[in-house]
């Protein structure tokens, strides 16, 4: 996160004229991402009541290509606001004493690294599966995916929570200042 930000003389753009640009497709992102991982979340939770182990093991299948492509979209996701985002909120609150992105930051990417692990296992789990697995672990399988969108989706409102008044301060001063 302390990856330096382009010189003002170098992109001729303040870094907080660049910063609505930024949350615009945060916002974008987290609203396609919160839809994906609510309908994963939804099948996952079908699949854990499915009482047709047969039905339920293809369910899982499906579920698995989908939680394999949906990770790889949270991890470019996850690259750009490393990259560019949490970088600028840094510069942008510099000097705010109350704002500080880091420690908060930190927090959620501990969450994030939980959920990733309960998809992981959820992974593991069905690649384990065999055609005459117990009902257990189809459960249990499904139950891994259920509980990684339930924290990602916590995670991803409670990064919105956490960026939405960092930028609406530093929006109110940059508007303040630019009328003196």
């Known amino acids: 996160m302390s990856m330096p930000c382009k010189s003002q003389a170098a992109s001729e753009i303040a870094p907080e004229a660049e910063l609505p640009k930024l949350l615009d497709r945060l916002k974008q992102d987290h609203a396609e991402l919160l839809q994906v991982l ?3 979340e939804n099948q996952a939770s079908q699949t854990e009541q499915e009482a047709d182990k ?4 293809s369910s899982l299948l499906h579920l698995r290509l989908w939680t394999m492509g949906f990770k790889e979209e949270l991890n470019r996701h996850s690259e750009w606001e490393e990259r560019e985002l949490f970088p600028l909120l840094n510069i942008c609150c510099q000097g705010h004493n109350a704002l500080s992105v880091t420690p908060t930051l930190c927090d959620l990417e501990k969450d994030h690294q939980l959920a990733m692990n309960y998809m992981d296992a959820f992974l593991r789990a069905v690649h384990a599966l065999k055609s005459d697995s117990e009902a257990m672990p189809v459960k249990q399988a499904a139950a891994y995916l259920t509980h990684a969108c339930r924290i990602l989706i916590k995670h991803l409102e409670q990064e919105e929570r956490l960026i939405n008044p ?13 009328y003196d």
């Open 54 to 57: 047969n039905r339920a093991i």
């Open 38 to 40: 609510m309908d994963l």
């Open 166 to 178: 960092m930028t609406d301060q530093v929006s109110n001063d940059i508007h303040y200042f630019s």
